[in-house]
């Protein structure tokens, strides 16, 4: 594949299904570099911080609801209150096994929330985001 996403963040404390999910995209083989994270606060920490190479920032936030410590929405609150920089224009998909119809209507009514996914990521489901939030 010629065009890549430069970073995919995977946010998720089952250690399973982030193998998983990493595996499904870098079989398809459209980002650069997959970065997993079993804690929201350390991915939150991690978001926008300046590097060498310019800022952390990831093109795509694979995020799960249920986890211990900062859970899903715990990180999308802090997240909406970092500065525009720190955020930049980052896709954010929930990805959950919740068939919760209330955590769905509560993630369509956060802004900074893309879509609401049920896991597992297969590859028909990654491409399918790609065509839709990144034109491919």
């Given at each position: ?30 980002a650069e570099k997959v970065v997993v994270f079993q804690d ?29 410590g900062m859970n899903g929405w715990e990180f999308l609150e ?37 879509g609401f996914l049920s896991k597992p990521l297969t590859k ?13």
């Open positions: 594949m010629s065009q890549k996403l430069n970073r995919i963040v995977l946010i998720d404390d089952d250690e399973p299904t982030n193998f998983l999910h990493k595996l499904v995209i870098e079989r398809y083989n459209c929201a606060q350390l991915a939150l920490d991690t978001l926008g911080k300046e590097t060498a190479s310019g800022l952390l920032q990831p093109d795509l936030i694979l995020l799960d609801i249920n986890m211990p802090a997240y909406e209150k970092l500065p525009q920089t720190q955020r930049g224009h980052i896709v954010v998909m929930m990805l959950t096994t919740s068939l919760n119809p209330d955590d769905r209507r509560k993630a369509d009514d956060i802004t900074g929330v893309t028909k489901l990654l491409q399918e985001i790609l065509e839709q939030y990144f034109g491919w």
